[in-house]
Each structure stands twice: as C-alpha cells, then as structure tokens.
T-cell receptor, first 114, second 112 residues
Framework: DVKVTQSSRYLVKRTGEKVFLECVQD?????MFWYRQDPGLGLRLIYF???????EKGDIPEGYSVSREKKERFSLILESASTNQTSMYLC?????????????FGQGTRLTVV | DQQVKQNSPSLSVQEGRISILNCDYT??????FLWYKKYPAEGPTFLIS?????DKNEDGRFTVFLNKSAKHLSLHIVPSQPGDSAVYFC???????????FGTGTRLKVLA
C-alpha cells in the first residue's frame, strides 16, 4: 500500500514563527503536492513538485515556500506564520506526470496559529 | 475562478436509497476526473475515477457518470449506507499539467 506520512497530526504555533510541515512518501512517486482545506473552499493547491529540487506554485502560494531535496520528502514552510494560515494541511503524491492516476493523501496536519 | 464546482454543500439521504453527488467544471481541457471521500481529521481517500474517453465507470456501489458536452459529472452511490457519511470532493486533471483541481466538497449524511 502507498503510504504518505505527515510528521504531525496537530500543531499550535505562534504568530511570526517559522513553521515546517514535513511529508514523506514510500512509493517512489514523482509528484508531490501540498494542499490546504478550509470550510467552503475545498482543497486549494499551495505548491507542487514534479521532481527533486523542482517546484511550481499552485493557486495560493503567498506566505509559503517548499523544499524537495530528496524524492520521498516534500516540506512546506510557513516563513512567518499568521492567523489566516490556520487550516488543515494535506500532502499528497502521485506516480506519473500525465495525471491519469489518483493522488494519495496523507492524514493531514491541523495547524492552529495563535 | 473556480474551475471545478460542487454547488450542493450538503445532502441527506435515507439508508438504502441512492445518493447522487454532482460536479461541474469549466475547463474543457480536463481529461481525467476523480472522486474522493474524506472523514473528519483524516486525509481524502480515492474512490473512483473516469477518463474523458468514457461516459461511465462503475465500481461496486459507486458509479461515476461524465457528460462532456455539459461539463458535468456525477457520483451515484447505491445503496447508500451510514458509513458513507463523509465529505465528497470531485477533482479534475489535465494531462501534462501534473496537478489536480478540487471542488469545494459536498457533505453527505446517510440517515439510518
């Protein structure tokens, strides 16, 4: 079974802190994604990566950066956390470049910024 | 601009009856469509998909229908069970773009 693991289920951080969310997948997938889920807004793409050290902005990249130094690991970085970044963060991976396959999601990280 | 829309935020259905969840899209370049199910405090899990060369795909109790001319897809669950109560997201992808665009979700409640 494909496994996508996010390092934390719940996090509470203070405004202005630098926050790292880590994600690891164990199926040698090419693509990895970071989404956030908010009520009434669905899943919105923050960043994705189609190869090591490659990244592309999604629909809402402002206030975030990412790092992919190894194929299995994709990190989301909140440079200076703000209360409007309180959300459920979801990491996903998929095996191909064509999109004709499903993405596999981690269990999510509920981040609260106070 | 919302490229994938789920216009019904919620739906309630009696156990044993059919649940029909709808999704509309605006981008005619989308060629692969997926449905995910999500329980609270968990990540979404893949349910069923359909490529644009088909108009129907069936997997057990779940059937997805695609109407390309109307840019509309639907998920039918028959018979509905209380364990189906969750939020359902439709998603779309365009070959070569890598990414999946999700709708806003529909919360399904199956009443026992």
């Amino acid at each position: 079974d494909v496994k996508v693991t996010q390092s934390s289920r719940y996090l509470v951080k203070r405004t202005g802190e630098k926050v790292f969310l880590e994600c690891v997948q164990d199926m040698d997938h090419e693509n990895m994604f970071w989404y956030r889920q908010d009520p009434g807004l669905g899943l919105r793409l923050i960043y994705f990566s189609y190869d090591v050290k490659m990244k592309e902005k999604g629909d809402i990249p402002e206030g975030y950066s990412v790092s992919r130094e190894k194929k299995e690991r994709f990190s989301l970085i909140l440079e200076s956390a703000s209360t409007n970044q309180t959300s459920m963060y979801l990491c996903a991976s998929s095996p191909t470049l064509t999109g004709f396959t499903e993405a596999f999601f981690g269990q999510g990280t509920r981040l609260t910024v106070v | 601009d919302q490229q994938v829309k789920q216009n019904s935020p919620s739906l309630s259905v009696q156990e044993g009856r059919i649940s029909i969840l709808n999704c509309d899209y605006t981008n005619s370049m989308f060629d692969y469509f997926l449905w995910y199910k999500k329980y609270p405090a968990e990540g979404p899990t893949f349910l069923i998909s359909i490529s644009s060369i088909k108009d129907k795909n069936e997997d057990g109790r779940f059937t997805v229908f695609l109407n390309k001319s109307a840019k509309h897809l639907s998920l039918h669950i028959v018979p509905s069970q209380p364990g189906d109560s969750a939020v359902y997201f439709c998603a779309a992808s365009e070959a070569g773009t890598y990414k999946y665009i999700f709708g806003t979700g529909t919360r399904l409640k199956v009443l026992a």
